[in-house]
């Protein structure tokens, strides 16, 4: 069974599918907005970042999407492997605020 | 070393228990900062260093919580009386520059404090 405050939202994909997960920040403010990846016992660690004049960045297999309008940020993974399963957040500036996460599950 | 290191790894302490937790952060990075990271949420924001200078600490949950960086290099977060509510793992972040908040963090991987 699922174990008390571990209530991620979890997306479970195939190897190779490409995955989506969303993020709605809270705080108008913010101009600067980063995905971290967070795997079981260690720290976040840095994906990809986009800054407030921009609508979209692309990196290595991975892409960030973001839509002022409505406060909201994507991250797209493109041929989801194995090694991509890990909880992601969405960080905005103001506050230093980190989203609750999405646990990303990918099967073989 | 290249990451940011914390220690202990892991901390047990009782309640009413004074804990310490050290960070040491990526050689020449100017901001550090604290977070705190209960069970299956994400990182809240406890405080932020700009060099020796605590510039931010509005994110501390109590007088019970304090955090230094004496010499702008290593920081230590004391939490005293600890309480059951306390246990987290306490991460410590570092970023190369003055604009911290228009910078990627760099994370260790956290001290899990468990407070019995």
């Known amino acids: 069974g699922e174990s008390v405050g571990l209530h991620l939202p979890t997306l479970s994909v195939q190897e190779g599918d490409n995955s989506i997960i969303n993020c709605a920040y809270s705080n108008s403010a913010s101009d600067y907005f980063i995905w971290y990846k967070q795997e079981s016992g260690k720290g976040p660690q840095f994906i990809i970042d986009?800054?407030?004049?921009?609508d979209k960045r692309q990196g290595q297999r991975v892409t960030v999407l973001l839509n002022k309008t409505v406060k909201h940020l994507s991250l797209q993974i493109a041929a989801t492997q194995p090694g991509d399963s890990a909880v992601y957040f969405c960080?905005?500036?103001?506050?230093?605020?980190f989203g609750t996460g999405t646990r990303l599950l990918v099967s073989p | 070393g290249a990451g940011v290191s914390q220690s202990p790894r892991y901390k047990v302490a009782k309640r009413g228990q004074d804990v310490a937790l050290r960070c040491d952060p990526i050689s020449g990075h100017v901001s550090l900062f604290w977070y705190q990271q209960a069970l299956g949420q994400g990182p809240e924001f406890l405080t932020y260093?700009?060099?020796?200078?605590?510039?931010?600490k509005s994110g501390l949950p109590s007088d019970r919580f304090f955090a230094e960086r004496p010499e702008g290099s290593v920081s230590t977060l004391k939490i005293q009386r600890t309480q059951q509510e306390d246990s987290a793992v306490y991460l410590c972040?570092?970023?190369?520059?003055?604009?911290?908040?228009?910078?990627?963090?760099?994370f260790g991987s956290g001290t899990q404090l468990s407070v019995l």
């Open positions: 972040a570092s970023s190369l520059g003055l604009r911290a908040t228009n910078e990627k963090l760099f």
């Open positions: 986009i800054r407030s004049n921009m």
């Open positions: 960080a905005e500036n103001y506050r230093l605020v």
């Open positions: 260093f700009q060099n020796e200078a605590q510039l931010d």
